[in-house]
């Protein structure tokens, strides 16, 4: 089971966020993204929003990177992890867009790029940019199939379908990656089905460790019944970690103690079938966190692969 990390900084919804991140530089997003990568961690994951309005401004604040600059930047300092999009609203914008971007992305990487792409839930940022919210789930589906051609081998990729169509038109650079993986985030029924019917893997949004064994099942069901094979990704979103005995309060939802006791509660996902694991963890300053990234791949990661 490898683990990934949705860092912190490029996305600052008050769910999440630690104090600190409000007054973190990029300087300190580049530290931490090469903490992770020293420390094993199969992927370094960046959000997406284009504008956050108003009345979800509070909760949500307005602190949103775009993942293609960040993941961009973050590849120029990094040697070997993955770059997640977790999660792209592809389809806010056109498929030749997205996959020029993210191409680009991939070529300039050295093929580091999985696509996570998700249907989005913020109705004011479909509205601005004349993008359908009421049926963006329709709208996935076909750009998901869109990308598929044009994230593909050929120069001039061609789709034909009922809200895009293209052919004759050439990109270069193409991706370095023969085949871009492509997660499906989501915990909706739709999008579990999305995921298993469409893409390589699955990225779960909250979903407790009681819900997760029926989810997975389902996902195998669905392939199976469809006769699609090959490797597919099953991920989940571990609890907020502390590595220690923390002194401070890390909230009653934190799993924190020795590097054993989180390696043995981590392994029970293994157990139900996921095969990379989110993590995040609680911290207060940049140190701290930098701390527990550096450890939590010496003492806790190692076991998890094993």
Do not use: N
């Amino acid at each position: 089971m490898r683990y990934g990390i949705q860092l912190p900084i490029q996305s600052q919804s008050t769910i999440y966020a630690e104090p600190w991140e409000a007054e973190a530089t990029p300087a300190d997003l580049a530290g931490i993204a090469r903490a992770a990568d020293r420390a094993g961690f199969d992927y370094i994951a960046a959000c997406d929003h284009v504008a956050i309005p108003r009345r979800l401004a509070p909760a949500m604040s307005t602190i949103w990177y775009d993942p293609v600059a960040t993941l961009a930047f973050l590849a120029a300092v990094t040697e070997r992890a993955r770059l997640l999009s977790h999660v792209a609203v592809v389809g806010l914008r056109h498929p030749l867009l997205t996959a020029k971007q993210y191409a680009t992305l991939d070529h300039l990487s050295g093929g580091r790029l999985v696509l996570g792409v998700g249907a989005g839930h913020v109705q004011e940022e479909f509205e601005a940019l004349g993008v359908d919210f009421a049926h963006r789930g329709a709208v996935l589906d076909e750009s998901i199939d869109a990308l598929r051609s044009a994230l593909g081998p050929e120069e001039f990729p061609e789709h034909h379908g009922k809200l895009y169509d293209f052919e004759g038109l050439g990109q270069r650079p193409r991706p370095a990656q023969s085949h871009v993986p492509l997660w499906v985030g989501g915990s909706s029924p739709a999008a579990v089905r999305r995921a298993a019917l469409k893409g390589d893997g699955w990225l779960p949004q909250g979903d407790p460790r009681d819900r997760l064994p029926a989810q997975i099942e389902r996902i195998r069901r669905l392939r199976q019944e469809a006769g699609l094979e090959g490797p597919f990704t099953v991920g989940a979103i571990a609890e907020p970690l502390y590595v220690g005995t923390p002194t401070w309060d890390v909230g009653r939802r934190t799993l924190s103690g020795t590097p054993g006791e989180l390696a043995e509660s981590l392994r029970a996902y293994r157990a139900m079938g996921v095969d990379q694991l989110q993590v995040r963890f609680r911290s207060r300053s940049v140190a701290e966190l930098l701390d527990q990234i550096a450890e939590f791949g010496a003492e806790v990661g190692s076991s998890l692969k094993a």
